[in-house]
């Protein structure tokens, strides 16, 4: 094993409890362990397995990284954007509360809960998939299914956690594999087609790469549309600006915060959203959180 530590420096208004709970959704901890103050998840990087621990103090994270192997340079730098990605720290959201600082829709909400962020998935990989895994589903289902595709496609790290697999590991299994335990036909096609294309290297996926790129080489995959596009690069790429108007829980936020009588459709939503470019991340970040906030 090899492992290093790092301390990386948390900004103002760091929402802590947001970063906990982002990763503590499946409650079996089977990649992912989450206790009063860190994380620990694992994932594969180069082939290699890796933990990532994390403790969160007030104003930095101390992250130590422990491999089960060498890493390489490119899954060293691989191993830093996920510290990123994990906590929150991709997307500055100061930016769109500027913005909206006096707008009627969204001023209230920034006010209310300041320092919003979006929590990202470890790898574009990883995003990818799950956006795939999740398609028209409750979550419940999703993280389910999530956990089984783990399961079926990963490794464990020595500590015994299990790490969310790489494309290589995904497009060795075959469709019986995941239609066997409740994956719908489609969407294991589609997970498998996709980690084919990753695995021989005609689908790139690059956290530097341009969204406009990185979308539209997405788009073109069967089996993958908008939503799943805007979704990857939102939670894998960072990207400020998805409109996730065919999100049904953004729909139902808008409708609630806009006082309508119904949601609107996906393009009513979409252009709602369009007033909000180049943030509109941020805006869906707001919007998701809404819901669990009181009305008015």
């Known amino acids: 094993m090899t492992a290093h530590t790092l301390i990386l420096p948390l900004p103002a208004q760091y929402r802590i409890e947001d970063v906990l709970a982002f990763h503590a959704r499946d409650a079996e901890g089977l990649a992912e362990q989450v206790g009063a103050d860190n994380v620990r998840k694992a994932v594969l990087l180069d082939g290699v397995p890796v933990l990532f621990d994390v403790r969160l103090g007030a104003d930095a994270a101390a992250c130590r990284i422990e491999a089960d192997g060498a890493l390489g340079e490119g899954a060293q730098v691989l191993a830093q954007d996920a510290l ?3 906590l929150a720290l991709r997307i500055d959201p100061a930016p769109f509360a500027d913005v909206v600082r006096d707008d009627a829709a969204f001023g209230p909400l ?52 299990w790490c969310y697999p790489e494309a290589a590991d995904v497009a060795r299994l075959d469709l019986e594999t995941l239609t066997s335990r409740k994956f719908s036909r489609a969407k294991a096609e589609t997970l498998l087609r996709v980690a084919r294309l990753a695995a021989e290297g005609e689908l790139v996926l690059r956290q530097d790469d341009a969204p406009e790129r990185a979308g539209a080489a997405l788009l073109a995959i069967k089996g993958i549309g908008p939503w799943t596009v805007n979704y990857t690069l939102l939670r894998g790429y960072g990207y400020a600006d998805c409109s996730l108007h065919g999100d049904v829980a953004v729909r139902s936020a808008i409708g609630r915060l806009t006082g309508a009588a119904t949601k609107p459709d996906i393009a009513q939503a979409e252009a709602w959203l369009a007033a909000y470019r180049p943030h509109r991340t941020m805006a869906a970040a707001y919007l998701w959180a809404s819901l669990s906030q009181p009305a008015g």
Request: charged content about 20%; cysteine-free; glycine content about 8%.
């Open 84 to 86: 990123r990605n994990i």
């Open 110 to 161: 920034v006010r209310r809960q300041p320092g919003l962020r979006i929590v990202q998935s470890a790898t574009v990989f990883e995003a990818l998939t799950w956006a795939i895994i999740g398609q028209q589903i409750n979550l419940p289902f999703a993280i389910s299914l999530r956990r089984t595709f783990i399961e079926q496609a990963g490794r464990r790290h020595s500590s015994g956690l």
